[in-house]
């Protein structure tokens, strides 16, 4: 299935598209938030799909597309996770996963403008593979509770700030957590629709020029182990969100670096889990 929410700022609602059509659950569900994830919602979520689809409102073109799960606990990050951009910046592999957070205020719409901080002069583009959790977990024994513990993935932009990360000292999460620094979407898309999220195109372009132009084959740490991993150092929750790393291509890697400013469009997918698409502007 493909879960989204949509609707204005702070009224959105919960959906679903099916062929090419969304519609709206919000007569049945409150919001595809830990609630629902932890009370076996998915499961009723297909139940009312095979039974009363018909009945469910069409959501109109026009609306808002927004961040397809509600605000999480946590946005967890995981850097230098594609070998080939560790490479692309000069940085060697890691030996074990490298996690940073991002305020969980970020998140917005997959195709939101975006303002560009006031006194950035190095905002920066990371096309990622983004896991959404249907459990709480904690010290899990192995992978396959890891995978047991996915409701699926979707497309994140990991938006940052390269001077507010690098350059300020202190960890990384300065420059993550401008506002709307997390545009997520447009779905959720159940792992059960994903054959091999280990083998998935991701490109990202800016004003029409590839920059990024990646595959999940290169992440260094898969999905099921980074849960796993991550699990043993804290409580996961329903609903949490973790962005797992970028190919090679973002602004900062390139000779000279290139960075976003007002006017800017940014276009990113991933096969099978969608696009998204951001205009630059200035901060009001």
């Known amino acids: 299935m493909k879960l989204l929410r949509f609707g204005s700022r702070n009224n959105e609602k919960p959906g679903i598209e099916i062929n090419g059509r969304r519609f709206d659950c919000s007569d049945h569900f409150q919001d ?29 073109k026009s609306v808002r597309w927004a961040s397809p799960v509600a ?41 939101d403008d975006i303002a ?4 950035s002069i190095k905002t920066d583009w990371e096309v990622e593979l983004g896991i959404v959790l249907n459990q709480d977990v904690y010290q899990l024994n192995d992978e396959n509770e890891a995978l047991e513990s996915i409701a699926g993935f979707c497309v994140v932009n990991d938006l940052s700030e390269r001077t ?58 898969k999905p099921s182990f980074i849960v796993y991993y991550i699990s043993q150092f804290m409580n996961l929750e329903a609903g949490d969100i973790i962005s797992t790393g970028t190919p090679p291509g973002v602004g900062l890697g390139m000779n000279p670096p290139q960075f976003l400013k007002a006017g800017d469009e ?12 951001q205009r630059f502007v200035a901060y009001e």
């Open 116 to 119: 560009i901080p006031p006194g």
């Open 266 to 277: 940014v276009q990113l997918e991933i096969r099978h889990l969608g696009r998204q698409k």
């Open 71 to 111: 605000r999480p606990g946590m946005i967890l990050c995981i850097g230098l996770n594609y070998s080939d951009h560790a490479k692309e910046s000069g940085m060697d592999i890691p030996k074990e996963p490298i996690l940073f957070m991002k305020a969980t205020n970020t998140l917005s719409g997959p195709f």
């Open 164 to 221: 507010f990360q690098l350059e300020k000292g202190g960890q990384w999460v300065k420059g993550k957590s401008c506002p709307g620094f997390s545009p997520i979407g447009p779905y959720l898309v159940t792992k059960d629709e994903i054959e091999r999220v280990d083998h998935l195109d991701m490109n990202l372009l800016v004003n029409g020029q590839v920059r990024q132009n990646g595959n999940t084959k290169t992440m260094i740490f």
């Open 32 to 60: 595809w938030n830990r609630d629902f994830f932890l009370n076996n919602g998915l499961s009723k979520l297909n139940i009312l799909v095979q039974t009363k689809l018909d009945q469910l409102p069409v959501v109109e």
